[in-house]
């Protein structure tokens, strides 16, 4: 039997109400994602991009079309439903880094942790110290996220969202808001993470980063133009 990609979405469409009427985000989207990969999805700002990330981790709801995401029917989980499977399968990252700023940098790590009741209390300490000297930010665990610099948060960023070791990491516009030399960096994070097993896939409109990845898929107009 074939073995089912671990990202999986089958005419997949988004429409949404505005003043001028019915708007059509993504137009009947096909994709499939292995484990593994590192796949870019590229297009300017309006493409789709963000939507086709909420899509895939549940964010928000599919007009039509099928979303499987290993093995789960995504499309027909309810939003609670969504959001507890979310905090266990997908870590999500977003431009904006969207770090509590009355939490300390561990604790922000930790939150996912304490949402999943995954690991005992010792051990997400233990783990979130873990993840961020995997990303080189340990020293700054006990700093509000205010302390620390733009590309450092996008690393506190990261490490929550591996928090409870999710096979998939999506990424929107990860390095949008960074200098080059940060966002490189972050990049390099991303690479490493795929080397060590796990599946990223990334929105961005910056086509030297892009290139770098095995995989670029072009979204434009809410439709895949290039893959």
């Not at 297009?43 to 789709?48: A, E, F, H, V, Y």
């Not at 490490?159 to 998939?168: E, F, G, K, L, T």
């Not at 929105?203 to 892009?210: P, Y």
């Amino acid at each position: 039997m074939d073995r089912e990609p671990l990202i999986h979405l089958r005419q997949v469409v988004k429409k949404y109400n505005s003043l001028a009427g019915e708007v059509a985000a993504l137009k009947g989207v096909d994709l499939q994602i292995e484990p593994g990969e590192f796949v870019v999805v590229m297009g300017k700002s309006g493409s789709g991009k963000t939507t086709l990330v909420n899509m895939i981790t549940g964010i928000d709801r599919s007009t039509s079309g099928e979303i499987r995401v290993a093995g789960v029917p995504v499309h027909e989980l309810s939003m609670d439903k969504a959001a507890q499977w979310r905090g266990r399968a997908v870590g999500v990252i977003f431009q904006s880094f969207q770090l509590l700023p009355t939490l300390t940098v561990l604790q922000n790590v930790t939150l996912p942790m304490d949402f999943a009741r995954k690991y005992s209390l010792p051990e997400r300490w233990k783990r979130g110290i873990k993840l961020l000297e995997q990303m080189e930010i340990a020293e700054h665990a006990n700093k509000l996220p205010s302390a620390v610099s733009g590309g450092q948060q996008q690393r506190i960023a990261i490490a929550r969202a591996m928090a409870n070791d999710p096979p998939i990491l999506v990424a929107d516009e990860p390095t949008g808001s960074l200098d080059s030399a940060t966002a490189e960096a972050v990049w390099r994070v991303f690479e490493g993470l795929v080397s060590q097993g796990k599946t990223v896939l990334a929105m961005t409109h910056d086509k030297e980063l892009a290139g770098r990845a095995a995989r670029v898929v072009t979204l434009a107009d809410g439709e895949i133009v290039h893959d």
